[in-house]
């Protein structure tokens, strides 16, 4: 099946690459939790892996199923082969069982836990299931599963499966505009977070305005009307929901003063625009946020493609700073991100490469060629950070 006019693989009902990685996940843990926003895929990955009408296959949305899992102990002891609980965040009280039957001689069964991370899930997650369980995030699509041809479409509209896949752009939009109608009214109160629909919506379209800026809880905690502790703890609620990623700052010890707050991005590029009331992709090359749109989606693909051991920015308050700086098998590489045709070497890129001690550092930009600024920086279009394979094919 195809999406729309392009030549890839419609990942609405199925990620080839995803159910790679699970199955590998599954043969190597007792148990695996495959976490994430809602609507990128979970149930429908869970669904080709154990059927839907298997009695192996729990869907906590279900009131029947809830109420067959208010005993779990004896819903789940005598399952063999793969489990799939889905929607597991509803029910964090089954951690705790999950330990039991996992430390089980010979344990018969292997789970597969699908859900929107929350503090509760995480919480329960690490102190239930320490050493047992492999956490694997997942969030829509990207570059390399799409190819380069879609890559107007995917900064656009966002990776959400149904998003990217719509017949049109204003269906794109209605899906977007619906799916934070429900996740404001319905997803993050039923993961706990305690405020008003209304103030979660104000408070996450502030946050577009935020976006790729360091953040200071001070202006939005003024304009709700709150205290800068309550917005904080709104932050983290869209943080742990993967609907907002706040990109910790590095410092290191030498005499410039550094900053150490973080730095917020909303993590689709699709709802983001969707935020900010942007209507159309050429509204998007228009508008004001469009340098700052791109960096965050720019970003949001070198750190799901790159998948670093730890990722931060880098700033002092003289005006240098980097925008990614990534830790990889012992490497030091920085990343900065220019929507602009010929990015050129900055005072900023020196200042990085001699204070940070980088490798490399690359310049991520929307062009065709790759060409060196310096003897460690390279500017390099944004499919440069494909794989070989995917790269080739993706731009034939």
């Not at 190597?28 to 926003?37: H, K, M, N, T, Y």
């Not at 979660?200 to 379209?205: K, L, N, P, T």
């Not at 965050?296 to 990722?311: C, K, N, S, T």
Request: with cysteine; glycine share 8%.
């Amino acid at each position: 099946m195809l999406c729309g006019n392009f030549k890839v693989a419609c990942f609405v009902f199925h990620r080839a690459s995803l159910e790679s990685t699970v199955r590998a996940a599954l043969l190597r843990s007792p148990a695996v939790a495959l976490v994430g926003p809602r609507q990128v895929g979970k149930t429908t990955l869970g669904r080709s892996l154990l059927d839907a009408g298997s009695p192996n296959y729990f869907d906590l949305e279900d009131p029947q199923v809830e109420a067959q899992l208010a005993a779990p102990l004896t819903a789940l002891k005598d399952l063999q082969g793969l489990v799939v609980i889905d929607e597991v965040q509803l029910a964090p009280n089954l951690f705790k069982v999950l330990r039991v039957l996992i430390d089980r001689p010979g344990n018969p069964a292997h789970f597969l836990l699908l859900g929107s991370a929350s503090p509760t899930l995480l919480r329960q997650s690490s102190e239930s299931l320490a050493g047992r369980i492999e956490v694997i995030e997942t969030a829509g699509f990207t570059l390399d599963e799409v190819g380069t041809a879609a890559t107007a479409r995917l900064w656009w509209r966002g990776g959400f499966p149904r998003s990217f896949g719509a017949a049109s752009d204003a269906a794109s939009s209605i899906w977007r505009r619906e799916f934070i109608r429900t996740t404001v009214e319905r997803d993050l109160p039923q993961l706990g977070m305690g405020a008003p629909a209304p103030a979660i919506f104000r408070f996450w379209s502030m946050l577009a305005h935020y976006h790729g800026q360091t953040w200071n809880a001070a202006e939005p905690a003024r304009s709700l009307g709150v205290n800068e502790s309550t917005v904080r703890r709104y932050l983290d609620w869209l943080t742990q929901a993967f609907l907002v990623r706040q990109l910790q700052p590095w410092f290191v010890n030498f005499g410039k003063r550094q900053v150490k707050a973080p730095k917020v991005y909303v993590r689709d590029p699709g709802l983001l625009h969707a935020l900010l009331g942007i209507d159309g992709a050429d509204a998007l090359a228009r508008h004001p946020k469009s340098g700052a749109s791109w960096e965050g989606f720019a970003l949001e693909q070198v750190l799901r493609i790159a998948q670093p051991d730890e990722a931060y920015f880098w700033a002092t308050h003289a005006g240098a700073e980097l925008d990614l700086l990534m830790f990889k098998d012992g490497r030091r590489v920085g990343v900065e991100f220019k929507r602009t045709d010929a990015p050129l070497l900055t005072p900023s890129m020196r200042t990085a490469l001699a204070d940070l001690a980088l490798d490399a550092l690359y310049v991520v930009y929307p062009g065709e060629r790759r060409y060196r600024l310096h003897e460690r920086v390279e500017a390099v279009p944004l499919w440069a950070v494909l794989p070989a394979p995917d790269r080739g094919q993706s731009r034939r």
